[in-house]
């Protein structure tokens, strides 16, 4: 069955340590996401890929990168400088950036700083 | 800009209560409206969608009507039950331009025995 992986499910990192969330997909999506959910905050956007090599930055883009050099994978660094990054993860992927049958969602990465 | 506003929860209800959730948009020209779910721990599914004014998604009992006079795409069902508890997301996708999905904030339902 197609669909969309994300690992680990749990992550925790020291403070100041660069931390690396998988996300995987086999639906021969082009456009992938990230997302990170906090209590009470909905879905924020940090970056999304309309396709191979290519990525823009979304609404909270900083402390956080990304690449894209298969089309599969969208791995996700969450580096030293995000200040507060325990929160929930989550990656999706779509054919298009625009579509008529939205994303599929991963089952997420929930991080914590310890 | 295109945005989504729901209703802020949470929603508690008794099992086989009637259900709305409301959500309004904003934006140009016509959006895709969709309903997302996200049961606890997991990530987010499509419920339902419509692509054009008067269209009605619907899916396991829930239904939304895309109102363009309104802007809104309210979600319904006629009788939930517990395992409805989740978070209800509202998005809409803008049909030009290169902008993902927007998402409003989520609303929390609570279905008691």
């Known amino acids: 069955d197609g669909g969309i992986t994300q690992s680990p499910k749990y992550l925790f990192r020291k403070e100041g340590q660069n931390v690396t969330l998988s996300c995987e997909q086999n639906?021969?999506?082009?456009?992938m996401y990230w997302y990170r959910q906090d209590p009470g905050q909905g879905l924020r956007l940090i970056y999304y890929?309309?396709?191979?090599?290519?990525?823009q930055k979304g609404d909270i883009a900083e402390g956080y990168s990304v690449s894209r050099e298969k089309k599969e994978s969208f791995p996700l660094t969450v580096t030293s400088a995000q200040k507060n990054p325990t929160a929930f993860y989550l990656c999706?992927?779509?054919?298009?950036?625009?579509?008529?049958?939205?994303?599929?969602f991963g089952s997420g990465t929930r991080l914590t700083v310890v | 800009g295109n945005s989504v506003t729901q209703m802020e929860g949470p929603v508690t209800l008794s099992e086989e209560a009637f259900l709305t959730i409301n959500c309004t948009y904003t934006?140009?020209?016509?959006?895709?409206l969709f309903w997302y779910v996200q049961y606890p721990g997991e990530g987010l599914q499509l419920l339902l969608k419509?692509?054009?004014?008067?269209d009605k998604g619907s899916n396991k009992g829930f239904e939304a009507t895309y109102r363009k006079e309104t802007t809104s795409f309210h979600l319904e069902k006629g009788s939930v039950q517990v395992s409805d508890s989740a978070v209800y997301f509202c998005?809409?996708?803008?049909?030009?331009?290169?902008?993902?999905?927007?998402f409003g904030k989520g609303t929390r339902l609570s279905v008691i025995a």
């Open positions: 890929s309309q396709i191979v090599n290519d990525f």
């Open positions: 998005a809409l996708s803008y049909n030009s331009g290169n902008t993902p999905l927007v």
């Open positions: 999706a992927s779509s054919i298009a950036l625009r579509n008529l049958d939205g994303y599929t």
């Open positions: 934006a140009t020209g016509y959006p895709s």
């Open positions: 419509a692509t054009k004014a008067d």
């Open positions: 639906l021969n999506h082009d456009a």
